[in-house]
């Protein structure tokens, strides 16, 4: 079977004044119908650049999408036109941001901006249009949907425009919902709704969710299976279980240290040592080399591969001759 | 628009010319001289009686505070005093000169903006476009060009090489008799080259204006969400680009009508325009002081009728619609900067420099995507 | 992905990273070089090109490129005009940094009140400034020139008086920007007296801005200059661009070279200080730099 979302050998570069960089290597993942993919990592390292080279929004220039696939329902996304770009954006593959308080555009009322989204892809009148974002209002869980749909989004909390995003994002039912962080701007007792909303949105209308986040236990609550990036690369991938109990990667691992665990007082809180490093500072052995504590030769001389050294695919020298 | 809001909006126009005509008063008490000499003009030796009438109408022999009782008492009749050179009360005069005046300004505005905020917005689209060059440069240009100077030389353009314009006044006398559509499209034929001298740094400063604040806007997120909608090219840009770029760009619209004004005032002279620029020209060359004043308070009715309230009027939209929304974005220096020089921008009276400033828009959005 | 700036990497002083960044930006240099043309000429031009502009010294009207005598040509009166060009820079180049610096000092003291201060300060001087704002600055300036006889600085502080406004403006909304900044509260929190922190901590900080600010007041001031004299408001005693523009602007159907060249001239001028202050600007502003 053929995944409903299937990227390959991606790679993205964009210009910068120290030339040419290279944002996203050889990524290749693959998201099924209704199955959650979480994507981790820290920030700078490369998911929503991902994220946005499905949606077909990367900003050209200075970025560039210089090679790979990635095919929606079996259709090649990748140098379409952008008049068919356009259709599918909304349609059949739809974005939730990270800033609900910017990315709602301030001069429209919510309710305009979701019916928009909706006329921009079907064939009704504007006040059918609205209706329906009233409704869409309503099953996001806005109370009096008929009022707040003629606010204005500075009148509503952080929260409430996260749902007037979702809202907008599954307003046409798409095949593939992209969440890019979309619970990190809010309150922890928000997020947990948020959660909840995606994954009842997700049981509704059948959508499969790219999930992006730099938080494991958002990955364990949503994720069927999991991806794990550092400096544009896929270095880990597997099922949310799999990487969440038997983490291969030393940087995977760090990631999950930094979960803290409820009674669980002798486990110290843990932090991955250094930065992600700057793209155009990238040599040609494996980027976490310097963060790493267990570095070898063989680190900094050669860039790791994704491959399956017995558990599931890993991209670490040290994870394929057992070091680890 | 609400009644109080026009209420106050009136009370500051109304607290604004009473400023001005305070100063007017100053100024003439302030010029060095027998005041009533100063009123009366260079007319070649005013006679004595004619200064004793000076002095009775403006109450020259009574304290300062009831000559200003007496000035603005006057000015609050519509009674701008008269003027010893034309010989005609100074009301009638400016009443002749408005209507010219107002139709330059105001065409040359809309010309500026319509075309300005057109180039800018397409020019934002491609930052590093030849378009965007093209705005840069003509910017600059426009800023550099004495307005008086494009004036004479589009004259000399267009009074032999292509005599297709007419370069001077605002009616062909031949014309007089005519039928009030020819008269009126002999008129409006006049106006191309005065209302287009007068346009041109307008123009060039809304091109660069808007440019720079589409490029902020489209850098935005919300723009982002629109692509991701689904939205085209046309109505990201118009719809949810431009409504939002225009708050800067009609704040400063507002402030330019004094700008305008000044500009007119060269303008109509060098194409003998019959307006305020015009008489406020030949009152100053002939030192008549009733007329500069009553022109200066009747400029500032304008100024102020038309514009501060303008700008409150933008300010409260901005707090009603934008504005909680706006200061929920996260306000990075240059973001300010570039709001700070939009200000200075749209003070400064000959030029629009600075828009430079804006151009991290772009810079966001890139930072953004990783 | 913050994209590094060059300060995480290299430390340098504000000034010289700025001067670096000035550099290498080809119009502002363009711009410094043409507008150094235009002073020394200005100041030494008449030591290699003698003769009084006011001078009547041949036929009127001689065309450019004729009488090799007078390489521009010579105006309605018969008045050469290179020598006219030479020495009508003077009063314009001095008014206009005059009035610069006048518009420089009120607009700042009073913005730079009103930022800090805030409160009532703010409101009374802000409508004040609103009040200068609509005055039609050039009429304004007419008025006072006219009232107080023309000369060089009656006209400098004639525009000087009409252009602060916009610098009053910036002034403020930099300090209320700044005076929010943390270390302005360290500064507070030591016990520095307002006075220092106006001067010391605010202002430096305040300085980018404003220093491009006053770069384009120059501009506009020349602009103030020229269409005064123009209208025949400048020092009559002085040869000026704005005045040969002006003086010769009833013949121009008769010749163009009179109002051409010192028109080139003016342009030239607020051009070359308009591209030093897009540089100025480029180069204070830490974000352009990735360019």
């Given amino acids: 079977m053929s995944a409903l979302l299937e990227i390959e050998d991606l790679r993205v570069t964009f210009r910068t004044r120290y030339g040419e960089v290279t944002a996203l290597d050889s990524v290749s993942l693959q998201v099924n119908a209704g199955e959650t993919l979480g994507i981790v990592g820290e920030s700078g390292c490369g998911k929503s650049i991902t994220a946005l080279s499905v949606m077909g929004l990367i900003p050209s220039p200075p970025g560039k999408i210089a090679g790979g696939s990635i095919r929606l329902n079996g259709e090649e996304l990748i140098g379409v036109s952008p008049a068919r770009m356009r259709a599918l954006r909304g349609s059949d593959v739809a974005m939730i941001f990270q800033e609900p308080m910017t990315s709602l555009n301030p001069v429209f009322t919510v309710g305009d901006q979701i019916a928009e989204a909706i006329m921009l892809h079907q064939k009704v009148s504007p006040d059918q249009a609205f209706r329906d974002a009233v409704a869409l209002l309503d099953r996001v869980g806005i109370p009096s949907p008929d009022r707040r749909a003629r606010d204005y989004p500075h009148q509503l909390s952080g929260g409430m425009r996260q749902r007037v995003m979702i809202a907008m994002a599954v307003s046409c039912r798409p095949k593939v919902l992209i969440a890019d962080e979309p619970t990190t701007a809010l309150d922890v007792t928000v997020q947990a709704q948020i959660f909840d909303l995606l994954n009842e949105i997700q049981r509704d209308f059948g959508a499969a969710i790219m999930l992006i986040t730099h938080d494991m236990g958002a990955i364990s609550e949503m994720a069927d299976r999991v991806a794990v990036m550092y400096a544009g690369r896929v270095i880990e991938t597997a099922t949310a279980d799999d990487v969440l109990d038997l983490p291969q990667h030393p940087y995977a691992r760090g990631l999950i240290d930094c979960i803290p665990t409820l009674g669980r007082a002798d486990h110290a809180l843990k932090e991955i040592p250094g930065v992600v490093p700057p793209l155009h500072l990238l040599g040609k052995g494996c980027a976490f080399a310097d963060r790493c504590a267990y570095k070898f030769d063989r680190c900094d001389a050669e860039k790791p591969l994704l491959t399956d050294h017995g558990r599931h695919p890993v991209a670490c020298h040290g994870a394929e001759e057992g070091r680890i | 628009m609400s009644f109080s809001f026009l209420i106050r909006r009136l009370a500051y126009g109304l607290v604004l010319m009473l400023g001005v005509v305070v100063l007017n008063f100053l100024l003439i008490r302030l010029a060095p001289g027998d005041p009533a000499v100063v009123i009366a003009g260079e007319m070649g030796g005013a006679t004595e009686e004619m200064l004793q009438s000076i002095r009775a109408e403006y109450g020259l022999d009574q304290p300062v505070l009831t000559q200003l009782w007496i000035y603005i008492s006057n000015v609050a009749q519509g009674d701008l005093g008269q003027s010893y050179f034309f010989n005609q009360p100074v009301a009638s005069l400016i009443g002749q000169r408005l209507g010219p005046t107002i139709l330059l300004v105001l065409v040359a505005q809309l010309l500026s903006i319509l075309l300005g905020v057109f180039l800018g917005v397409i020019a934002a689209r491609k930052p590093n476009g030849p378009l965007s060059a093209f705005v840069s440069v003509f910017s600059t240009l426009g800023y550099a060009v004495p307005v008086f100077w494009t004036g004479i030389m589009l004259i000399i353009l267009f009074a032999s090489t292509f005599p297709i314009f007419p370069v001077e006044g605002m009616a062909s006398v031949r014309l007089r008799d005519a039928a009030w559509y020819v008269r009126g499209l002999d008129v409006i034929h006049h106006l191309v080259l005065p209302a287009f001298t007068l346009a041109i740094i307008y123009l060039a400063q809304y091109a660069r204006l808007s440019r720079a604040s589409m490029m902020e806007v489209l850098g935005s997120d919300y723009i982002r969400t629109a692509r991701a909608k689904g939205a085209g090219e046309r109505s990201v840009l118009f719809r949810h680009a431009l409504r939002n770029a225009a708050l800067p760009i009609l704040t400063v619209a507002g402030l330019q009508f004094g700008n305008l004004i000044s500009g007119s005032l060269l303008v109509e002279t060098v194409y003998n325009w019959p307006g305020m620029g015009r008489l406020a020209f030949d009152s100053i060359l002939r030192r008549d002081y009733p007329t500069i004043m009553g022109g200066a308070v009747l400029c500032l009715c304008h100024g102020g009728g038309g514009q501060y309230p303008h700008r409150s009027e933008l300010s409260a939209g901005r707090s009603a619609a934008a504005g909680p929304g706006m200061s929920g974005i996260r306000t990075t220096g240059p973001r300010r900067r570039g709001a700070a020089a939009a200000g200075q921008e749209g003070a400064n009276p000959l030029c629009a420099p600075g828009g430079g400033a804006f151009t991290p828009g772009i810079f966001q959005a890139r930072k953004r995507a990783g | ?291």
């Fill in chain 3, 1 to 291: 992905m913050s994209e590094p700036t060059s300060s995480e990497y290299v430390a340098e002083s504000p000034a010289r990273e700025a001067w670096r960044m000035y550099r290498r930006n080809l119009p502002a240099v363009a711009g410094a070089v043409i507008l150094l043309a235009i002073v020394a000429a200005t100041l030494y031009g008449s030591f290699f090109y003698a003769g009084d502009p006011f001078d009547i010294v041949w036929a009127p009207h001689e065309m450019p490129g004729v009488e090799p005598g007078f390489p521009l040509g010579t105006d309605y009166l018969g008045r050469d005009i290179l020598a006219g060009l030479l020495t009508g820079g003077a009063p314009t180049l001095t008014v206009g940094l005059a009035a610069a610096a006048i518009t420089m000092v009120i607009g700042v003291a009073l913005g730079a009140l009103a930022g800090y201060y805030g409160g009532w300060v703010d409101t009374l001087l802000m409508r004040v400034t609103e009040f200068f704002q609509v005055l039609p600055a050039l009429l304004f300036a007419m008025v006072l020139v006219t009232l107080f006889s023309p000369s060089i600085w009656t006209i400098a502080a004639a525009i000087g008086v009409v252009s602060w406004p916009q610098t009053a403006r910036l002034t403020r909304a930099e300090f209320l920007k700044i005076k929010e900044l943390e270390y302005v509260t360290a500064a507070r929190a030591i016990g520095a007296r307002n006075k220092r922190i106006i001067w010391k901590v605010i202002l430096p900080n305040a300085a980018a801005p404003l220093i491009v600010s006053a770069t384009l007041t120059i501009g506009v001031a020349i602009l103030f200059e020229a269409g005064l004299s123009f209208l025949g408001l400048g020092d009559p005693n002085q040869m000026s661009w704005g005045l040969m523009i002006g003086a010769n602007r009833e013949y121009i159907l008769d010749a163009w070279w009179p109002v051409t060249f010192p028109g080139l001239a003016i342009f030239l001028t607020v051009f070359a200080v308009s591209l030093i202050g897009d540089g100025l600007n480029d180069a204070f502003n830490p974000k352009l730099r990735e360019r």
